[in-house]
């Protein structure tokens, strides 16, 4: 059978009128074989030749095929570790463009110890007991292979296109968030459909959710000493094939794709007004270091995909701390980052991503960091992408690897500093007041710059990775033992506290108290400028028994025990979430610009970063309160003996919305404060157990109230 010569484009398996047309970039190979399966990728049926080579990449049609066609590539070429070229066509790849993964590496859950040895080992590229030679043996049984599915386009009129200064992010793990949940279908439960189910649709527009960040969902290979171990890589960030989604998260109803299953959950979310976030790893991939596997890239193209130490190409450089690197230095592999990311806007209707290990995307040939990099200027000047939210985590393992407020306009931030500066305030007793509003005011020290927005500056308090909310109070240590690492993995610094006693306690006065600090930082995060993003289970209680590093604990362990949610605490964030929704001073789309009002007395603007002060006709968009109801000023800010302080923030966009008044007193006794002019009713408080105010609290005549310790509580003026 000969193929004819088809085209270079498009990379992958491409369905053309009469057949397919397949497009693979490997431009150190002497020659790629094409690889044909039956359907259940049990046995290879032929071998033939991609005919063409155009620069760089093989290319040939197939006539009368179609959609479901398996297939994978054999690639010819030298075996010459030490300069980065590792062709071995004993070791059957996995297109990196293919839409659908059949099989899994490893093979499936469960298998016989012996089994999932011999399947590892026929994985790996080279010899085992002599590493500078290929490994012989045929990986086929044991590989990985793509097959074709029917192409879609997903309807994106009906994306929702939330404003930033009114999104609210929750991230969530498919399987985590639902695995355990009573009111959803067994056969459901953890899969792409249980994410659009009524009851969990219902849960999040209680709770005010305008977009979810799904942990990735890209077709992943877990590691062999995980597998070893009989754990998996519960998180994902080990992905392989960047245009399939993991077949793990279909649920066992109908014989729909995982894919299919997956566009069908964001078109449910999309029709409640709900964005679709996903959490993508373009970083590295699951091929690991040079004792990894040999499943995709490294059988392609290894010496151009991967960023290889210049002292000995043999080894891989690691700034992502999984083995290796993908070099987006290489216009091909920026070019598979931005054919992915539209593959899963316009295929899928995603409408955005957070992108893990960020500063490598904008590492140039040398390895350094450029936010004017040809990644970044492609992705800008694309149509398709240039309109869809994007989010770093803004660090790498790499050299000058923390860019914190360094990505170009356009793009929002994981601040970390926002993390590690509410957690010191709230348990800790750190900080003062100068540094708590430079980060309540949106961080501008490092976002106020090349027209970047408040929004730009995504505020956490957890997130997957680290303590939930429940264990940040509840643990002073890790407790990771389950992890197989001797505890010596995850975060060792949490700015924690167990609040007396480590782990679960039956004292009354502990329980209350690490209640009242979750509340505490769920409303100083709902409440803070920028854009707020929750984790999945804050909400409910959700305890991982002191483990700040699950990325392998796919039991339940992770698993959101909805069963034993906390009701109060689930009513307590809806209420704080609608507050914030409904009253404009609470999300400001600008930043804060302070100056000196005509009616308060006088107050300076923001105390760090940008400040500016300017005279306006009424009303300024924040003023700062010491509690005895004066400005702060001078030694106010660093004062760490007393952190008491009030803000008050008024849209100036919005003149007939209500003024809003944070009093904030986070030490540990109460506090009596003076309110500034205006006629308060207080609408939320942090100190109480549903999040309203207590009956009868109001001010005095002498319009003072006395705060209790550890609160927080909202006040709106009335009069405006």
């Not at 980065?84 to 993964?101: E, M």
């Not at 609210?168 to 498919?174: L, N, P, R, S």
Request: glycine share 10%; with cysteine.
């Amino acid at each position: 059978m000969m193929l004819q010569p088809g085209r270079p484009w498009s990379l992958g398996a491409t369905l053309l009128s009469g057949g397919l047309n397949f497009a693979v970039w490997a431009p150190d190979a002497t020659r790629l074989e094409l690889c044909l399966f039956d359907a259940q990728g049990r046995e290879e049926l032929r071998r033939v030749d991609l005919p063409v080579c155009t620069d760089g990449v093989w290319h040939g049609f197939l006539a009368g095929a179609d959609v479901g066609c398996v297939y994978g590539y054999r690639a010819h070429g030298p075996w010459a570790p030490e300069q980065g070229h590792r062709f071995n066509p004993a070791k059957l790849l996995l297109d990196p463009y293919a839409t659908d993964v059949l099989g899994r590496y490893g093979g499936a859950a469960g298998a016989d110890p012996k089994e999932l040895a011999r399947a590892l080992e026929l994985c790996v590229g080279h010899d085992l007991h002599h590493p500078v030679r290929p490994d012989p043996r045929d990986s086929a049984a044991a590989a990985l292979k793509g097959r074709v599915g029917l192409p879609r386009l997903a309807d994106l009129t009906r994306q929702p296109q939330r404003p930033l200064a009114e999104t609210v992010i929750c991230e969530v793990h498919v399987r985590a968030l639902t695995a355990s949940h009573p009111d959803i279908e067994p056969a459901l439960r953890g899969s792409y459909a249980a994410l659009a189910h009524p009851a969990m649709l219902a849960h999040y527009r209680r709770l005010g959710f305008t977009a979810l960040s799904l942990l990735p969902v890209h077709a992943r290979a877990d590691e062999a000493r995980l597998q070893r171990q009989g754990l998996s890589n519960h998180w994902g960030y080990n992905s392989i094939a960047w245009f399939a989604a993991e077949p793990r998260y279909a649920s066992d109803l109908g014989a729909r794709s995982a894919g299919d299953e997956l566009r069908e959950a964001i078109e449910r979310l999309h029709a409640e007004g709900l964005e679709v976030l996903l959490d993508v790893v373009y970083n590295h991939s699951a091929e690991s270091d040079e004792q990894g596997p040999t499943l995709s890239l490294r059988g392609l193209c290894n010496a151009r995909a991967y960023r290889l130490d210049p002292s000995d190409r043999n080894r891989y450089l690691n700034w992502a701390g999984c083995g290796n690197v993908l070099n987006l230095g290489e216009p091909r592999m920026v070019q598979l980052v931005l054919d992915s990311l539209r593959h899963w806007v316009l295929s899928y209707g995603v409408d955005g991503f957070r992108f893990d290990l960020g500063p490598v995307l904008g590492r140039d040939g040398r390895g350094e960091f450029d936010r004017q990099g040809p990644f970044f200027a492609a992705l800008r000047a694309d149509p398709v992408l240039a309109r869809v939210k994007l989010i770093a985590e803004p660090w790498d393992l790499g050299p000058g690897g923390y860019r914190l407020g360094g990505f170009p306009p356009g793009w929002l931030e994981w601040n970390d500093q926002y993390r590690d500066t509410l957690r010191g305030w709230w348990l800790r007793g750190s900080g003062d007041r100068g540094v708590f509003a430079h980060r309540f005011a949106a961080s501008s020290g490092q976002f106020h710059h090349s027209g970047r927005a408040p929004g730009a500056s995504v505020n956490f308090i957890t997130a997957h990775d680290g303590f939930t909310l429940r264990d940040l109070v509840s643990f002073d240590q890790r407790h990771n033992e389950a992890n197989g690492e001797h505890n010596r993995d995850g975060h060792h610094q949490n700015l924690s506290w167990n609040c007396g006693a480590e782990g679960p306690s039956s004292d009354a006065q502990v329980l209350a108290l690490r209640l009242r600090l979750q509340r505490a930082l769920l409303a100083s995060l709902i409440v803070s400028q920028g854009t707020p993003m929750l984790l999945a289970g804050d909400e409910l209680g959700h305890s991982q028994q002191g483990n700040n590093n699950a990325y392998c604990q796919d039991n339940a362990l992770t698993r959101l025990d909805w069963a034993s949610a906390d009701a109060d605490l689930t009513a307590f964030v809806a209420l704080w979430l609608e507050l914030r929704r409904r009253h404009p001073a609470l999300r400001i789309a600008n930043w804060l610009r302070g100056g000196l009002g005509d009616h308060h007395g006088g107050a300076t603007g923001l105390p760090a970063g940008r400040i500016e002060r300017r005279r306006t006709p009424r009303r300024p968009d924040v003023l700062w309160w010491h509690p005895d109801g004066r400005p702060l000023e001078g030694l106010d800010w660093s004062d760490r003996g007393d952190r008491a302080m009030a803000i008050q923030l008024t849209d100036p966009r919005r003149p007939e919305a209500a003024t809003a008044l944070l009093l904030i007193q986070p030490g540990d006794l109460p506090r009596a404060f003076r309110l500034p002019p205006g006629q308060w009713v207080a609408v939320a408080a942090s100190h109480t157990t549903d999040g309203a105010p207590e009956p009868g609290w109001a001010p005095d005549q002498a319009a003072s109230v006395n705060l209790p310790a550890r609160s927080l509580i909202l006040m709106l003026d009335k009069l405006t």
